[in-house]
């Protein structure tokens, strides 16, 4: 019933990215996707949770055409991800993954201004965001543009990989494990920042893990994925209370760790 939260049915949330019944298989391998349906909202940080083959950072490069389904559809904006130019398309979604993925032989300045260098900004519209975007990730500029990759922490680079994926201000925002690689006080400071951040920007987030307190902590919903199928989507507070087996098995892992283990 849409009246219940005092919102009617004509301002159902939007939906940005939707999988019409998806499956994806490799080259004469099995299936890594199966027959997924599942829409994105406008705004939303969806986490797809998951162990290792669960098809969630599969499911991530069907969106930005990285991967192109062998079934049904994906639809982006109402277009299907087929109809848009690859490139325009990847223009439009940051990209984020472990480890930043950050160009070695470029500053920090030119790693950050990459989208709106090959979008022919003027070299001092490039400048002046790039500034911004690291004063929004907590880098101050003054410090950081000059640096190389290999002179930052695994937490600034991270953060700089965070601020490349913005400084286009694409609508989406694709996230593969960002913080995977940090160690945990450093990846609870950057889970914290980065949900502030997504307040202010509300953008629409697809996030992977298979760590079921960032899940639990980060996602508006949680999408649970186990060997290539939808398990189901649940706010953080309905995946608590889950009846499924397949989350009771997850949240009986979780409490068994204490809460401290990955899954």
């Given at each position: 019933d849409g009246h219940a939260?005092?919102?009617?049915?004509?301002?159902?949330p939007e939906t940005v990215i939707e999988f019409r019944r998806v499956s994806f298989r490799a080259t004469n391998t099995h299936l890594l996707l199966s027959d997924l349906s599942l829409s994105v909202r406008r705004g939303e940080t969806l986490v797809l949770l998951g162990r290792s083959g669960s098809g969630k950072t599969t499911?991530?490069?069907?969106?930005?055409?990285?991967?192109?389904?062998?079934?049904?559809?994906?639809?982006?904006?109402?277009?299907?991800?087929?109809?848009?130019?690859?490139?325009?398309?990847r223009r439009s979604i940051g990209y984020v993954i472990q480890d930043a993925g950050l160009f070695p032989h470029f500053t920090v300045e030119r790693n950050v201004g990459l989208v709106p260098q090959l979008e022919r900004w003027p070299p001092e519209k490039i400048h002046a965001r790039v500034c911004e975007m690291l004063e929004l990730v907590g880098l101050p500029p003054?410090?950081?543009?000059?640096?190389?990759?290999?002179?930052?922490?695994?937490?600034?680079?991270?953060r700089v990989g965070v601020a490349r994926a913005l400084a286009g201000d694409p609508p989406i925002l694709l996230m593969d494990e960002p913080f995977g690689a940090l160690d945990p006080l450093t990846r609870a400071e950057i889970q914290r920042e980065f949900q502030s951040l997504q307040k202010r920007l509300k953008k629409t987030i697809i996030f992977v893990t298979h760590d079921m307190r960032e899940a639990l902590l980060l996602g508006s919903r949680i999408a649970l994925m186990e060997a290539g199928k939808l398990v189901g989507v649940f706010t953080p507070d309905e995946f608590m209370h889950a009846s499924d087996p397949m989350v009771a098995a997850y949240l009986a892992a979780f409490r068994a760790g204490d809460g401290k283990s990955n899954l």
């Open positions: 939260n005092g919102t009617s049915m004509s301002e159902a499911t991530l490069k069907l969106i930005n055409r990285l991967l192109e389904p062998s079934e049904g559809e994906i639809q982006v904006e109402g277009k299907s991800t087929l109809e848009w130019d690859a490139i325009r398309l003054g410090q950081f543009l000059l640096r190389y990759p290999r002179q930052l922490s695994g937490g600034q680079r991270q």
